[in-house]
């Protein structure tokens, strides 16, 4: 699927993709959700929280960057290097959540973000430097990594993870 080039683009192949990581998960049981080892040592509803951490980031990112403030990209601790420490800190925080609460949060987050995202102009979603922070990517870039990109990560994993645990 080519990347999105307009905002309309960027919503429809983000609502494509959410759909298809909904179907999945609603194949699932809650004891499905909460099984480890599926995706490295995540379960499926760590995987969820990994996509809300990452969803609000960006969010986080855009706000602090309207503000005209410079905000800790990708966070305050972690660097672009540090990937891994940061998706593993991601998991140390929310590994002890109860699946609703995930699942409560996993619904809100994306309406948040495609608030969002309705939100912004597109000529601000497209255009290259409008934010220092973005280093010369347009802000589209970031909704797009954080959504439809993430989200057929997601699926694409975790269907493989679960095929392997049959």
């Known amino acids: 699927m080519p990347k999105p080039t307009t905002k309309n683009q960027l919503i429809e192949t983000a609502q494509t993709e959410r759909a298809a990581l909904e ?25 969820l929280a990994h996509l ?7 969010m986080h990112w855009y706000e602090t960057g309207a503000r ?25 925080k929310h590994r002890d959540k109860p699946l609703p609460q995930i699942m409560d949060s996993f619904k809100a987050s994306y309406t948040e973000m495609m608030n969002t995202v309705e939100a912004i102009p597109e000529s601000e979603l497209f255009t290259r430097k409008i934010y ?6 347009p802000l589209a870039a970031y909704f797009i990594s954080a959504t439809s990109s993430h989200y057929r990560w997601a699926r694409t994993e975790l269907r493989k993870g679960f095929k392997r645990s049959k």
């Open 68 to 92: 005209g403030e410079t905000p800790s990209v990708p966070s305050a601790d972690y660097n672009w290097g540090k990937l891994p420490q940061l998706n593993h800190s991601i998991y140390l």
């Open 52 to 58: 809300i951490e990452w969803e609000q980031m960006v």
């Open 23 to 47: 179907q999945l998960l609603a194949e699932l049981t809650p004891e499905q959700m909460t099984q480890p080892n599926v995706v490295g040592d995540w379960s499926a509803k760590d995987v």
């Open 132 to 137: 220092k922070w973005a280093n010369n990517n």
